[in-house]
């Protein structure tokens, strides 16, 4: 029965445990309402000392020649802070490990990484290509063209220097909690600003 084996389980590990602890320790024998029925039971018969702290019940055997209550009171409420501050603990790990998650899954993988930086050398290659051959050709743009071409440009610069504010924004966000430097936090994101890839940008004055 499961009252049996609460009060061995309690008498043999001189501990105190909540209903939710026994049940985990006795590894699923009994349903975790039997095991409260039982423990509710064996508090009434004052075979096992109930402690209520907050709304959490502490269920602990009556052993022979124990301490007096004033020390059992002192040890529970000693045992009580501990578990307090390991829940605290725990609680701000688990959220180190969600944020890390969080990060690691919103970063893409290597292979879509590769999927994308080769769709961008192609571009390049086709817009060098099509740069070359304008140089070359003898070809006269009409006043009209040129216009949509600079209105292009300058629309795709604004955007380009929007993008960049943004991004060096979030950099000084980040650094305000960053232990390290700032090239230190470039290099662990692999970033790489306009001076590293000798990026110079074309204006249209």
């Given at each position: 029965m499961a009252s049996e084996a609460v009060l061995k389980y309690l008498v043999d590990t001189n501990r105190p445990y909540s209903c939710a602890d026994v049940t985990v320790n006795l590894?699923?024998?009994?349903?975790?309402s039997a095991i409260q029925k039982a423990l509710d039971a064996?508090?009434?018969?004052?075979?096992?000392?109930?402690?209520?702290?907050?709304?959490?019940k502490v269920y602990a055997a009556i052993q022979v020649d124990t301490v007096t209550e004033e020390s059992d009171k002192t040890d529970y409420d000693a045992?009580?802070?501990?578990?307090?501050?390991?829940?605290a603990d725990k609680t701000n790990a688990l959220k180190t490990v969600e944020i890390n998650l969080k990060n690691l899954t919103s970063t893409p993988t290597t292979d879509s990484a590769k999927t994308a930086i080769?769709?961008?050398k192609n571009r390049t290659e086709a817009t060098e290509k099509k740069l070359e051959i304008l140089k070359t050709s003898t070809e006269v743009v009409s006043v009209e063209e040129k216009k949509i071409i600079m209105t292009e440009h300058?629309?795709?610069?604004k955007e380009?220097?929007?993008?960049?504010?943004?991004?060096?924004?979030m950099l000084d966000a980040v650094l305000e909690g960053y232990p390290k430097s700032k090239k230190t936090l470039i290099e662990e994101?692999?970033?790489?600003?306009?001076?590293?890839?000798?990026?110079?940008l074309m204006t249209n004055s």
């Amino acid at each position: 029965m499961a009252s049996e084996a609460v009060l061995k389980y309690l008498v043999d590990t001189n501990r105190p445990y909540s209903c939710a602890d026994v049940t985990v320790n006795l590894r699923g024998a009994f349903p975790k309402s039997a095991i409260q029925k039982a423990l509710d039971a064996l508090s009434e018969a004052g075979k096992i000392k109930c402690k209520l702290y907050g709304k959490q019940k502490v269920y602990a055997a009556i052993q022979v020649d124990t301490v007096t209550e004033e020390s059992d009171k002192t040890d529970y409420d000693a045992l009580f802070k501990t578990l307090t501050q390991e829940l605290a603990d725990k609680t701000n790990a688990l959220k180190t490990v969600e944020i890390n998650l969080k990060n690691l899954t919103s970063t893409p993988t290597t292979d879509s990484a590769k999927t994308a930086i080769n769709e961008i050398k192609n571009r390049t290659e086709a817009t060098e290509k099509k740069l070359e051959i304008l140089k070359t050709s003898t070809e006269v743009v009409s006043v009209e063209e040129k216009k949509i071409i600079m209105t292009e440009h300058e629309k795709l610069l604004k955007e380009y220097r929007k993008r960049k504010r943004i991004c060096s924004d979030m950099l000084d966000a980040v650094l305000e909690g960053y232990p390290k430097s700032k090239k230190t936090l470039i290099e662990e994101l692999c970033i790489e600003t306009d001076e590293m890839v000798n990026f110079k940008l074309m204006t249209n004055s």
